[in-house]
């Protein structure tokens, strides 16, 4: 299961339990849209418009922290709280200070999709990383001529290649 945070791609390590079962089975066809609002200065949480199963205990969150909130709403956490709550999962790509950029505000969306959705990149990201084209002028094309580019990945990654 994929998820953003208003136009931001977050990488998630879903538990293994009933309520992310269902909560999967939920986004199987369809995009699930969650409008989330801050609560007590720590968590973002928002209706998921039916039931998960639940199985509550006592937890003290981190940041990063999913849960299933009184079995119908979803919190995500930027910092620590303790309730019972049921844990669906963990964010894994974002420091404490990202996730209080992103979460501590008024109100955010929540996407969730079996597929890939599209997103953008981390305003941060993109502004440690230039994007450009190529790394080489472009030769004429021609027999024997070679076209070299070079790109940045949204992940950070880097990707060069050429071309006759």
Not at 34 to 48: C, F, K, T
Not at 67 to 84: C, E, K
Not at 103 to 125: G, R, Y
Request: proline share 7%; aromatic share 8%.
């Amino acid at each position: 299961m994929l998820a953003k945070i208003d136009d931001i791609a977050i990488n998630v390590q879903w538990e293994d339990n009933e309520a992310v079962n269902a909560l999967k089975n939920l986004v199987k066809t369809s995009t699930m849209t969650v409008q989330m609002s801050q609560y007590g200065d720590y968590e973002q949480v928002g209706p998921l418009g039916q039931s998960l199963p639940h199985q509550d205990e006592q937890i003290t969150t981190k940041p990063g922290d999913i849960v299933l909130y009184a079995g119908n709403q979803i919190s995500i956490f930027f910092a620590p709280n303790t309730y019972r709550y049921t844990q669906l999962g963990k964010i894994t790509d974002k420091t404490d200070e990202e996730l209080k950029a992103l979460l501590d505000k008024d109100n955010v969306t929540l996407t969730l999709s079996k597929d890939a959705i599209h997103t953008q990149t981390d305003p941060t990201a993109t502004q440690k990383k230039p994007h450009h084209r190529s790394c080489l002028p472009p030769l004429l094309p021609g027999p024997g001529s070679t076209r070299a580019f070079s790109a940045y990945h949204p992940s950070g990654a880097h990707f060069s290649w050429r071309t006759t």
